[in-house]
């Protein structure tokens, strides 16, 4: 599972809010919503939200392995 908690501590120490986002950087609300409920995300859009809190990508997602296990 990807979780974007790092996302909101990020935002946090950048001074910047969700509505922020939505007001000055035309972030969707729908968008906002996906992203507070670890919904799939566009990769385009995880650069956008790394260009504008000017950080990594490491600083907004975390991957955390499900309890099974997938063979590839």
Do not use: A, F
């Amino acid at each position: 599972m990807i979780t974007y908690e790092r996302l909101w501590k990020t935002m946090e120490k950048r001074g910047i809010t969700q509505y922020t986002l939505y007001e000055h950087y035309n972030v969707p609300r729908s968008l906002l919503h996906r992203l507070r409920n670890n919904m799939n995300i566009e990769t385009n859009t995880l650069d956008r939200l790394c260009t504008i809190l000017k950080c990594n990508i490491e600083d907004i997602c975390e991957h955390i392995p499900d309890t099974e296990e997938y063979e590839l």
